[in-house]
């Protein structure tokens, strides 16, 4: 960006959003639970003065002037979110903010109890604020469609149900058909794994594919997350559990996923609106949640969980946890890490179940959106929709409706972009398959360099330049679109399923 004051007043605005994620990431993982009233009067304090800056008139008559010139895209992206801001009163930004802080804290306690009352006056109180937000960015038809467009711009139940309709119906009988196979060995991976060994191993894999340290950290912490204040600067946390080897692995990976998207970005869109969210004041290149959960999906599933990795790798695992894996061979560990099995933890969920985790969430919290569901009512909803839609009995708050930080953090409306990105992931793999015919060999031999240049160059550098939209077409040629992630999740499990050809869901 060049050196305008527009280009100043934005690295501005993005410094206090680094500044902001900064917080929010101590909060997750360094602050003691005495700070975080405090934490969230601060967070308040430099939300509000970050929205202020968006608001200031100089900053909008900086924008239209640099609609003629090469910050045009930038421009139009500040526009776009001053007139969406404009609409929020500041009183509710601030509240927002405040609350955050002090509902994830209050989540975190509760969850430790399983105590779902403790979390509710906290939750019911977050449901309101949002409710009021969805009000005053409008929409046509839900208010749910008002939160969603803050995590994926152009996104409504319309689009969405349908998605959700297909995916359903591929997911439910393919999963019919491998619960009648029998089941991969899974044991060894709730043996006694030192939480000292899954960091090193992690964060080892977390570098194989090209997350930097020399911008970035992994830290432990209740709910695994990435966060980034500009690309020098991108952290990731995981979550240890001795009995549960694949916890703290793959959601290192997942998170890796999202911080070479971040690392990615261009240079020169550091401390820009290019780089920023400046409706949801948040620092962030990914183009949205989507894109970036496409980024985390595809390094965990497409490439962690496949037979060529750990071909590649098992042995360094093995070498980790000698004692543990010594009866284990390569092809066996792929298999249960593989497994399809309906679970209580969206976190630990295989990828085949995953949506159906996804889909039960989107219809929760519409419903507390929409008014059509009390937050009393929350935890008999959840337990009867995992009855259904998975067949399990949740024993407990802790395993059912606490399990996620989502809704503590305000984040009605992001549950969707997950499976979203589920579907990016597969199509731009695909593309990424067409443009390089050797990748697939290149990645049989451990290099992933190849693919996360090539996803460098389509996807990461060009951070908030795109719409999600605008950035699946570029690349993909084509919309929103589930067939390459039906195929491949079809393909994926009649290999490992062994099912018959008549069998495999198309």
Not at 140 to 153: F, K, M, Q, S
Not at 357 to 369: N, Y
Not at 376 to 405: E, F, H, M, S, T
Not at 492 to 498: E, F, G, H, R
Request: with cysteine; glycine share 6%; net charge negative.
């Amino acid at each position: 960006m060049t050196d305008t004051d527009f280009a100043r007043r934005s690295a501005e605005i993005n410094d206090l959003l680094c500044v902001l994620n900064l917080l929010a990431w101590d909060a997750r993982t360094q602050m003691p639970p005495g700070g975080s009233a405090t934490r969230g009067q601060q967070s308040a304090t430099i939300s509000a003065l970050a929205r202020e800056r968006v608001l200031a008139p100089a900053f909008e008559a900086a924008a239209h002037a640099a609609l003629d010139t090469p910050d045009a895209p930038a421009a139009r992206q500040a526009l776009s979110a001053i007139a969406a801001l404009k609409r929020v009163p500041e009183a509710l930004t601030r509240e927002l903010a405040t609350l955050k802080s002090e509902a994830q804290d209050a989540w975190v306690t509760a969850k430790a109890a399983s105590d779902f009352a403790a979390f509710a006056p906290a939750l019911t109180r977050m449901v309101a604020l949002n409710r009021e937000l969805a009000d005053a960015l409008g929409y046509e038809d839900h208010p749910y469609d008002a939160l969603l467009n803050l995590y994926e711009p152009g996104l409504t139940l319309r689009t969405l149900l349908p998605l959700f309709d297909r995916l359903r119906a591929h997911h439910v009988a393919l999963l019919s058909r491998i619960t009648a196979q029998p089941a991969p060995r899974t044991d060894f991976l709730r043996r006694s794994y030192p939480a000292a060994g899954q960091k090193a191993y992690s964060l080892s894999a977390a570098q194989r594919f090209g997350y930097d340290l020399g911008r970035g950290r992994l830290d432990e912490s209740a709910h695994p997350f990435e966060i980034s204040f500009t690309r020098n600067d991108v952290r990731i946390t995981t979550r240890v559990q001795e009995h549960f080897l694949s916890g703290a692995l793959f959601g290192t990976l997942h998170e890796t996923g999202h911080a070479m998207y971040e690392q990615g970005v261009d240079p020169a869109l550091t401390r820009t609106v290019l780089a920023s969210d400046l409706v949801g004041l948040y620092a962030v290149g990914g183009a949205s949640y989507g894109t970036h959960e496409s980024q985390s999906r595809l390094w965990e599933n497409r490439i962690g969980r496949s037979r060529a990795y750990w071909e590649q790798h098992y042995a360094d695992l093995q070498a980790t946890f000698p004692e543990q894996l010594a009866d284990v061979d390569a092809d066996t560990f792929h298999r249960a890490v593989n497994e399809v099995r309906p679970s209580l933890i969206r976190v630990e969920a295989d990828e085949l179940t995953y949506d159906l985790h996804i889909m039960l969430r989107v219809d929760l919290e519409r419903a507390l959106i929409g008014g059509e569901l009390d937050v009393a009512d929350l935890p008999a909803a959840w337990n009867a929709r995992v009855k259904a839609d998975l067949g399990l009995d949740v024993p407990d708050d802790a395993r059912g409706v606490l399990q996620d930080i989502h809704w503590s953090s305000g984040m009605f409306g992001s549950f969707p972009t997950y499976t979203v990105g589920n579907v990016m992931a597969s199509q731009f793999f695909e593309a990424a398959q067409a443009a390089h015919p050797e990748l697939d060999s290149q990645l049989e031999r451990g290099e992933y360099a190849p693919l996360r240049e090539w996803l460098t160059e389509n996807i990461y550098r060009h951070g908030r330049t795109f719409t999600p939209d605008e950035l699946l077409r570029r690349v993909t040629g084509r919309p929103l679109d589930p067939q390459p992630y039906l195929d491949y999740l079809t393909g994926k499990y009649s290999d490992l399923y062994a099912l018959a050809p008549q069998e495999a869901t198309a």
